[in-house]
Structures are given as C-alpha cells and as structure tokens.
C-alpha cells in the first residue's frame, strides 16, 4: 500500500500508525505541493492524508485510480470535491470534535483581543510610545463582559464558544441552519434571524461551513446591518464573508474593527488594505493551532486511513453513503 502525506509537519504519531499500514510517502517541500507533484503521487497512491490546502477535484480523482480513502486533515473538507470522491466511491474524512475546543478559543481570544485593543497594545509598548505612566485614556478599548455575541452556526465550534462568551458574562443571540432549544436553554440563549443577529450584537463570530450557500452570506447588505460599534470575527472560512465588502466597512468606520483568522485568500497578500488597518486583528489561520490538538487532528487522520485500508467504515466519513 502507497500512503501519500502532503505535509511534512505531520507529527510522528500519525506517521507511526501509517507507518504499520504500508509505505508512507511523505511531500519533501515546505508548504502544500505542486500540483504536477499531487498529480504524480497520487497516481499509484492507495490513501492520501491532505490538507486544506490540496484541492481535490475530478481531475486529479481521474489520474487516482488506486485510491481508496482521502483522509482531510481538518474539520472544513471544501477543499474536497465530494461529488466527484463520491461517484468514484472513494470515502473522504474529516477530523471534527478534536479541535473545537481550541478553535472556540482563538474565536474568544480574537474578541478579547479587538475589543480591549491587545495586539495594538503590545505594539505601542514595543515602538516606544508608552511615556506616561498610567493616563485615563491610553489605548482604552470596550468592554466585552455585558455585550451581545452573535454565533453565526452553531455547530460544535460555536456551542463552545457560546459557554466560553457565559463564563465572560455576554448575552448570547444566535443564527443557525436549525434551532438547538436544549442549547438555548443551557447557555440562555436566544435564536434570531441573521438579519436580527447582526444588527444586535456587539460581536458576530462565524462558525458556518463554506458550502455554496453561506458563500459571501456576509457580504455589503449584511455588513450595512451592524452597528458602527460592532467587530466581526471569523475563524471559519474567509470565503463566507465577501471580503472586499468588509474592507469597505472597516475603511468607512461603518463596523468598529474585525478579528480575523481566515481570509479569502491565503496567506493575505502583503497589499490587502486589512494590513494597515489598526482596528483589525490579524491571524494567520491558527484557529486549531496548538500542539496538542494538531497532534490530535493527524492520529486522527491516520486513523480514518488505517479503518479505510483495513475495509472498515472510519469513524469520521464525510460522505457517509460512499459505503453501505
Ligand atoms: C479546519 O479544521 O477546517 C481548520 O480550518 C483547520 O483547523
């Protein structure tokens, strides 16, 4: 068997169970590889444990013709054509549960962070500019304990979030695909429309998947709904938000600011206008970024390959009808 690991930043704990399965070929570069390279590889290739970053679509499924499982390293898989995996019968995974915590983490820490002014903080402290003592209105923000967070999806990622935004005293509003009463209950929660949510809150986290419909769902209309007092924070795909059109509001004050750790694309071009703006702040998509949980997502990974392999169902199918 012919394992192809587009990364070599997979941790050794999933290399190891690979390992046990057949030949692991590791990418050798720095970064996703080319595609002419995916290309090649995948060929003789028995699974492929990927990243985000690898677009796997009907061409490359065409020249993949040994392949019998694409193992995502992520929770999101559009990166993934699952239409065309499905009609070739190739099971594709996922690795939910193991990063929600720490993801709903990076959303919190990107609210504390806009709102009390934390990043420009540090920076006005490194640059020397911090002469006077202690003065009543230094790099003051807002508060966010009493505030209104709007979850856009409430999903794993954005029921955590919502106990997170409980312990920090925040009232909780929120828009989904469908109604968790039991949820509401819980974290006292009220479920509004989007248009409801983003004109009451104080903050409007993103935790929908990028599927066709939610694609720009946060576009100039929606934008225009927020108060002028409000930050929006996404740690979920940059393609839900229609990006030029929130550049558009940062630059006219029409939002207070915006914590983003994804962007439409990826890295941010040094020339995006979001690089100057000093009420924006800026990750470069670290929302599942600790060591443990990335160790986590790779065994997990692996292990949906090891399951495939072995023909048994993985525990993390996406395309749950591809096996009977
Ligand atoms: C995912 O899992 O979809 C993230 O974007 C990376 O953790």
Redesign the pocket.
Known sequence: MKIYVTSNEIPEEAIKILSNLGDVKVNPTSGPPKREDLFAEIHDADAILCL?TEKIDGELLNNAGRLKVIANM???YDNIDLAEAMRRGIPVTN?PGV?TDT?ADTAMALILSVARRIVEADRYVRDGKWTIPWSPMTMVGTDVHGKTLAIYGLGRIGEVLAKRARGFDMKIIYYSASRKPGLEVKYEMEYVSLEEALGRCDFFSIHVPLRPETRHSIGARELSLMKETAYLINTS?GQIVDQAALIEALGQHRIAGAGLD?FEEEPVPQSSPLLGMSNVVLLP?I??GSKETRTS?AVMAAENIASALRGMRPANLVNRDVIQ
Do not use: F, N
């Open positions: 985000l992520a929770v999101g690795t990063l993801t795909r994804v998509h929302g599942s997502m």
